[in-house]
Protein backbone atom coordinates (compact mmCIF):
# COMPACT_ATOMS: atom_id res chain seq x y z
CA UNK A 1 0.00 0.00 0.00
CA UNK A 2 0.98 3.50 -0.89
CA UNK A 3 2.35 6.03 1.75
CA UNK A 4 -0.54 8.71 0.26
CA UNK A 5 -3.02 5.80 0.91
CA UNK A 6 -1.70 5.06 4.46
CA UNK A 7 -1.96 8.86 5.25
CA UNK A 8 -5.18 9.30 3.86
CA UNK A 9 -6.58 6.70 5.20
CA UNK A 10 -4.81 7.74 8.81
CA UNK A 11 -2.35 4.73 8.97
CA UNK A 12 0.49 6.45 7.99
CA UNK A 13 2.07 4.91 11.21
CA UNK A 14 1.84 1.80 9.16
CA UNK A 15 4.84 2.54 7.23
CA UNK A 16 6.82 2.70 10.76
CA UNK A 17 8.84 -0.89 11.10
CA UNK A 18 7.45 -2.33 13.94
CA UNK A 19 10.28 -3.75 15.63
CA UNK A 20 10.90 0.58 16.10
CA UNK A 21 7.59 1.30 17.42
CA UNK A 22 8.59 1.16 21.39
CA UNK A 23 11.50 3.64 20.22
CA UNK A 24 10.33 6.58 19.12
CA UNK A 25 7.36 9.72 19.30
CA UNK A 26 4.67 9.06 16.99
CA UNK A 27 3.89 13.18 16.75
CA UNK A 28 7.56 13.51 15.18
CA UNK A 29 6.95 10.57 13.12
CA UNK A 30 3.71 11.79 11.71
CA UNK A 31 5.55 15.27 11.17
CA UNK A 32 8.45 13.65 9.27
CA UNK A 33 5.80 11.69 6.98
CA UNK A 34 3.52 14.47 6.45
CA UNK A 35 6.73 16.39 5.45
CA UNK A 36 7.94 14.12 3.00
CA UNK A 37 4.66 13.98 1.37
CA UNK A 38 4.71 17.83 1.04
CA UNK A 39 8.06 17.24 -0.65
CA UNK A 40 7.08 15.00 -3.61
CA UNK A 41 4.11 16.94 -4.40
CA UNK A 42 3.14 17.08 -8.51
CA UNK A 43 4.36 21.23 -8.76
CA UNK A 44 7.25 22.56 -7.74
CA UNK A 45 5.13 25.92 -6.19
CA UNK A 46 3.14 23.18 -4.08
CA UNK A 47 6.92 21.97 -2.66
CA UNK A 48 8.31 23.67 0.16
CA UNK A 49 11.42 25.08 -0.03
CA UNK A 50 14.53 23.73 1.85
CA UNK A 51 14.45 26.67 4.67
CA UNK A 52 10.48 25.73 5.28
CA UNK A 53 11.12 22.54 5.78
CA UNK A 54 14.03 23.17 8.15
CA UNK A 55 11.23 25.52 9.77
CA UNK A 56 8.96 22.91 9.85
CA UNK A 57 11.22 20.41 11.78
CA UNK A 58 12.07 22.58 13.92
CA UNK A 59 9.24 24.06 14.73
CA UNK A 60 6.87 21.44 15.87
CA UNK A 61 3.99 23.59 16.77
CA UNK A 62 3.69 25.20 12.96
CA UNK A 63 0.94 24.29 11.31
CA UNK A 64 1.75 22.43 8.29
CA UNK A 65 -0.45 22.30 4.42
CA UNK A 66 -2.20 19.51 3.91
CA UNK A 67 -0.73 17.12 1.29
CA UNK A 68 -2.31 17.18 -1.99
CA UNK A 69 -2.35 13.77 -3.83
CA UNK A 70 1.24 12.66 -5.26
CA UNK A 71 1.98 12.80 -9.29
CA UNK A 72 3.04 8.76 -9.57
CA UNK A 73 0.16 7.81 -7.15
CA UNK A 74 -1.27 4.06 -7.82
CA UNK A 75 -5.10 4.78 -9.10
CA UNK A 76 -6.28 1.36 -8.71
CA UNK A 77 -6.31 -2.33 -8.16
CA UNK A 78 -7.17 -5.31 -9.33
CA UNK A 79 -7.11 -9.10 -8.55
CA UNK A 80 -5.65 -12.16 -9.99
CA UNK A 81 -8.27 -15.38 -10.30
CA UNK A 82 -7.04 -16.41 -6.87
CA UNK A 83 -8.35 -13.01 -5.32
CA UNK A 84 -5.01 -11.93 -4.31
CA UNK A 85 -4.60 -8.15 -5.34
CA UNK A 86 -2.48 -6.90 -7.75
CA UNK A 87 -1.42 -3.11 -7.85
CA UNK A 88 -0.77 -1.00 -11.17
CA UNK A 89 1.91 1.26 -10.97
CA UNK A 90 3.43 3.46 -13.46
CA UNK A 91 7.08 2.89 -15.18
CA UNK A 92 8.68 6.06 -16.13
CA UNK A 93 11.22 5.18 -18.79
CA UNK A 94 14.37 7.29 -19.23
CA UNK A 95 17.18 7.91 -22.18
CA UNK A 96 20.03 9.51 -21.82
CA UNK A 97 22.28 10.17 -24.94
CA UNK A 98 25.80 11.66 -24.11
CA UNK A 99 27.84 13.18 -26.66
CA UNK A 100 31.63 12.02 -26.88
CA UNK A 101 34.51 13.88 -28.50
CA UNK A 102 36.88 12.06 -31.16
Known sequence: MSAWRL???G???ELVDS???ASFRLHEVLRCIH???LCVQDHARDRPLMSSVMFMFENESAPLPAPKQPVYFAQG???DEEGR???SNSVNAVS???VDGR
Open 96 to 98: ITT
Open 11 to 13: NAI
Open 19 to 21: SFV
Open 7 to 9: WED
Open 35 to 37: VGL
Open 85 to 87: EIT
Open 77 to 79: TCA
